[in-house]
């Protein structure tokens, strides 16, 4: 499981290094609060004025009466002219980023500079937005890494995983983090650790909910899934309406449906 195989030497985005530092390309999932409260305390406040003017900080009432703390929720669109750092919440937005009306981000939150978060975005915490990045219309985001130049443009669902620069997720796309349970671990509310298989060895993630590890200039088609424990080297292709099993794919796959739940696995052409 070499890292290059994931995310390739050019690879710009800030936070690699502290990427590269676990043992597996997924390590990082487990520290993605960590890497924010360092970042973060680092910055010096600043842009609090376009906040406020456009968007409803803090004690934002849920539903069912509860308060959702250290939250933005948009209330007019704007381009933010300076960066924002709320060092308190935990939130640091880049400048030129354009936040729509009816965005969510809830803290702790990073956001590079020139992105884009359209109306519906949902961002759930422990969220890191490389720079010219897209969060489409009504896609989720949580406990997760998006690096430079990534786009997940709409209605997708990025839960618990890491995708590399130059990744593009087709509409509909949804990386699953949550295996099936067997009925005594839904009533004792317990969750296993995702085991993967690489070349007939198991691996043990070390994680409850992982969803999917996605290489540099990798992109997804539409309506597509990946189950809970997806590992796509750089350069791959999923074709859209495939559901990729969990597992290791090698840098330049091309992975599409073969009939039932069966997928065809080939080598791109370079």
């Known amino acids: 499981m070499k890292f290059a195989e994931y995310f390739l030497e050019d690879n710009s985005f800030r936070f690699l290094s502290e990427i590269r530092n676990g043992n597996e390309p997924w390590s990082s999932i487990k520290a993605i609060d960590l890497i924010i409260k360092e970042y973060v305390e680092s910055v010096s406040e600043s842009g609090l004025g376009d906040i406020e003017d456009n968007c409803q900080l ?14 933005i929720v948009v209330k007019q669109s704007f381009i933010l002219t300076e960066p924002l750092c709320i060092s308190a919440e935990q939130i640091f937005i880049g400048a030129g980023t354009f936040l729509e009306s009816g965005a969510i981000i809830k803290a702790p939150c990073v956001i590079g500079k020139n992105c884009e978060i359209r109306q519906g975005a949902y961002m759930r ?99 597509t899934v990946t189950s809970p424990g997806t590992i796509l080297g750089a350069n791959c292709w999923v074709y859209p309406n495939t559901t990729a099993p969990k597992g290791f794919y090698p840098a330049g796959s091309i992975i599409k449906n073969s009939g039932g739940d069966a997928v065809q696995i080939v080598k791109r052409a370079t």
């Open 58 to 71: 803090n004690n934002i009432t849920g539903l069912n009466g509860e308060t959702i703390e250290n939250s």
């Open 125 to 223: 915490g422990n969220v890191i937005i490389g720079n010219n990045c897209v969060v489409g219309h009504v896609t989720e985001v949580k406990n997760s890494i998006f690096m430079n130049d990534t786009h997940a443009g709409h209605f997708a669902y990025v839960g618990d995983s890491i995708l590399g620069s130059h990744v593009n997720l087709g509409a509909g796309t949804k990386l699953a983090n949550l295996q099936f349970r067997s009925r005594q671990e839904i009533d004792e509310n317990r969750i296993n650790t995702i085991i993967v298989r690489n070349n007939g060895e198991r691996i043990n993630t070390g994680i409850f909910k992982l969803g999917a590890v996605i290489g540099d200039y990798t992109e997804i088609g539409c309506n």
